[in-house]
């Protein structure tokens, strides 16, 4: 194991546009494009960048739930699906869910990823076919677990 350099300092900054920040970013591209040309040349090809999948359901001219992903490479990735509490349990994010996957399949993915908080909808991923890849104890610090799911798609 190497010592610091003398005389290290470490100081925050601002943000992550301020000016040194690229540097980091760049060492990082130059180290994967190193370790994995073959990945990091399909990311440049315009075809697979990551591209938005919103979906919103209306019923009755109001919105009453909603499913924020993308698509990437062979992945679905979803952030956040939400249905109007009082409109759960009637189907609306399993219709959500099968479209997206639906949509997912027809631009190439072959797997789905969701992360969800223990007390939000594992089961409802579970019930769907999603398997639990990974799970951090305690991620909110009160106790409740972060879950990663993933699924194949047919």
Partial sequence: MSLPAPHLSIAPATDLSAPDCDLVRQWLREHN?????????????????????????????????????????????????????????????????AEAERQAITRGCRHAYADTMDYQAPRFYLAHGFTVAGEIPDWDSHGHNKLFLTKPLQ
Avoid: C
């Fill in 33 to 97: 494009w190193s370790a994995n040309p073959a990945f990091m040349e399909l990311l440049q090809q315009p075809e697979h960048q990551a591209r938005s999948l919103i979906l919103l359901a209306t019923a009755d001219d109001r919105i009453v739930g909603g499913l924020f992903a993308e698509t990437q490479l062979a992945w679905l990735r979803i952030s956040i699906m939400s249905v109007d509490p009082e409109s759960r349990s009637r189907g609306i994010g399993t219709a959500l869910l």
